[in-house]
């Protein structure tokens, strides 16, 4: 069974640019969650999608946004980058009933100059 | 704010050696994940605990749950260069979200 893939693995743009990255998860896997990696943060959580429907949203500005899809497949979107964005985003699927054991992509790497 | 806190946050050790990993929060997890990472890649799913004083062994990783599920340990035995990793533990707080909280992260470098 193929993994959870994203495009694209890195990305270079400058400030007050958007950007929009792409996941699809493991066949079958409904829930889709994508989390920021930063050196000095960590991995934060930014949202969780389900069904097409946003479950949860972490705390992050309104530039971050995203959506899903109805084969499951999710998009993030970053307006107006600002250079504290650069980060590793990864996103992650997972199956319902299981003890919330998410499978992680290899994640985007966007750096902002 | 940080509900997870991981020590150490670095560990450099000679191979053979054992070490420990401990994860600690104040806040009460159903159910607790460990992944690793490796640089440039994703966190990797290593085992999941559900149970309060849950033991689960995966080859020489041994992973405990505390009784009030709110910590969790990670012990290598005989600690090989392919550990060597980023390793995360990540709670699950339940309800209808899927949100897991990760911890601060401890860098191992195992030397051969």
């Known amino acids: 069974k193929a993994g959870v893939t994203q495009t694209p693995r890195y990305l270079i743009k400058t400030r007050g640019q958007q950007v929009t990255l792409s996941c699809s998860p493991i066949?079958?896997?409904?829930?889709v969650s994508w989390y920021q990696q930063t050196p000095g943060q960590g991995l934060q959580f930014l949202f969780e999608?389900?069904?097409?429907?946003?479950?949860n949203k972490g705390n992050f500005p309104g530039r971050f946004s995203g959506r899903q899809f109805s084969n499951s497949r999710s998009e993030m979107n970053v307006s107006t980058l600002e250079l504290g964005d650069s980060a590793l985003y990864l996103c992650?699927?997972?199956?319902?009933?299981?003890?919330?054991?998410?499978?992680f992509g290899p994640g985007t790497r966007l750096t902002v100059l | 704010t940080q509900l997870l806190e991981q020590s150490p946050q670095f560990l450099s050790i000679q191979e053979g050696e054992n070490l420990t990993v401990y994860c600690n929060s104040s806040?009460?997890?159903?159910?607790l994940q460990w992944y690793r990472q490796e640089p440039g890649e994703g966190p990797v799913l290593l085992v999941t605990?559900?149970?309060?004083?849950e033991v689960k062994k995966l080859k020489r990783l041994t992973f405990q749950f505390g009784d009030a599920r709110k910590d969790s340990s990670l012990h290598i035995t005989a600690a090989q260069p392919g550990d060597t990793g980023l390793y995360l533990c990540?709670?699950?707080?339940?309800?209808?979200?899927?949100?897991?909280?990760f911890g601060t992260g401890t860098l191992l470098a195992v030397q051969p």
């Open positions: 992650a699927s997972m199956r319902q009933s299981s003890y919330n054991e998410q499978f």
């Open positions: 066949s079958g896997h409904r829930s």
């Open positions: 999608y389900f069904s097409e429907t946003q479950r």
């Open positions: 806040s009460v997890f159903s159910s």
């Open positions: 605990v559900v149970t309060g004083g």
């Open positions: 990540a709670g699950a707080q339940g309800g209808a979200t899927n949100k897991l909280i």
